[in-house]
């Protein structure tokens, strides 16, 4: 799979912290939320339908997080001086993130970048990759809560294809089971030691 260069998007590289989870871990998460082979399959196929979307969904999701100052916040310096540069460099890799989500391989690559993730909205590495200032940490809350949202939003993009109902169907569960995967992989470095 090829990708643009995009700054801060360290998928694959020395850069990235490895997961706490082991692949064997990886596979009874997966095993948790009911992800198997078709949703690999019907992932694939929504990384198809989305790709010539992303702006279009991404456009969706900023708007929902623009309308809501306490999100917003997590943008800003705790002052309300808002970072244009972050919020534009995040927009395009949270692109990327649904191409990975779709496209890449659940190995450790995906599950060591999924714990990056994870690092990058908690104060042990927020902001460090667009070195700019912004406040330090996104609750942890806000993590769980975008799951609906970022969930509920993605079927009409889904079914603007010409897919069979029960495709569109597939496709959704599939994204939801790997959105949950995520946040949950996310929570790491929010959660004690020995406690994940």
């Keep these: 799979m090829t990708t643009p260069v995009l700054p801060g998007y360290d998928y694959g590289t020395a850069q990235v912290t490895p997961s706490p989870l082991s692949l064997a871990d990886f596979e009874l998460l997966k095993q948790a939320v009911l992800f198997g082979p078709d949703d690999e399959r019907y992932l694939r196929m929504a990384g198809d339908v989305l790709a010539d979307q992303i702006d279009d969904v991404l456009d969706v999701w900023y708007g929902f997080?623009?309308?809501?100052?306490h999100l917003v916040y997590y943008f800003t310096d705790g002052q309300g001086n808002?970072?244009?540069?972050?919020?534009?460099?995040?927009?395009?890799?949270?692109?990327?993130?649904?191409?990975?989500?779709?496209?890449?391989p659940y190995d450790q690559a995906w599950l060591d970048y999924a714990h990056e993730i994870g690092l990058r909205h908690h104060r042990s590495k927020k902001n460090q990759t667009d070195h700019i200032v912004a406040v330090s940490h996104v609750h942890f809350r806000y993590m769980v809560a975008f799951i609906y949202p970022i969930t509920a939003t993605i079927k009409p993009f889904l079914a603007k294809k010409g897919h069979s109902a029960e495709e569109v169907e597939g496709m959704y569960q599939a994204w939801f089971k790997s959105v949950v995967m995520q946040v949950a992989l996310w929570s790491a470095p929010y959660v004690l030691p020995g406690d994940f």
Excluded at 65 to 69: A, K, L, M, N, W
Excluded at 85 to 103: E, P
């Design 82 to 104: 808002l970072s244009r540069d972050y919020v534009a460099a995040v927009r395009r890799r949270f692109g990327q993130w649904i191409l990975d989500t779709c496209r890449r």
């Design 65 to 69: 997080v623009g309308s809501h100052p």
